[in-house]
């Protein structure tokens, strides 16, 4: 069992950063592959960042690619997921989970633990 905490969500402005960290319980975090998920209102969940087990491979959706970085410190056993430029359109709840390794990352029935999520809101 995985348990996962979401940590920095907040409310800022547009054009601001946020920095959202994810820390995990157990000793086989760095076999997990790792994702930010978001859920806006009556919106589907969707993926926002993806991470392998190393931190070598990494995946973002064209909404915010080249704004969002997802990385991973293994040996604090959290993830992260560092927000710039942010607009109006990203606020949602955000959530991290983690994947057993092989599976499609983008896929929410990939991941096998969620955590309860972080809330970021973005004003105009």
């Known amino acids: 069992q995985v348990q996962l905490v979401e940590s920095g969500g907040g409310l800022v402005q547009a054009g601001g950063s946020l920095r959202l960290s994810c820390a995990t319980s157990?000793?086989?975090?760095?076999?997990?592959?790792m994702g930010w998920f978001r859920q806006a209102p009556g919106k589907e969940r969707e993926c926002v960042a993806a991470?392998?087990?190393?931190?070598?491979?990494?995946y973002y959706p064209d909404s915010v690619k080249g704004r969002f970085t997802v990385s991973r410190d293994n040996a604090k056993n959290t993830v992260y997921l560092q927000m710039n430029s942010l607009k109006p359109e990203d606020t949602a709840l955000y959530y991290c989970?983690?994947?057993?390794?092989?599976?499609?990352?983008?896929?929410?029935?990939?991941?096998?633990?969620w955590g309860q999520g972080t809330q970021v809101t973005v004003s105009s």
């Open positions: 991470i392998n087990t190393s931190g070598g491979w990494t």
């Open positions: 157990g000793r086989t975090f760095s076999t997990y592959a």
């Open positions: 989970a983690a994947m057993r390794p092989g599976r499609l990352a983008t896929k929410i029935e990939s991941y096998d633990f």
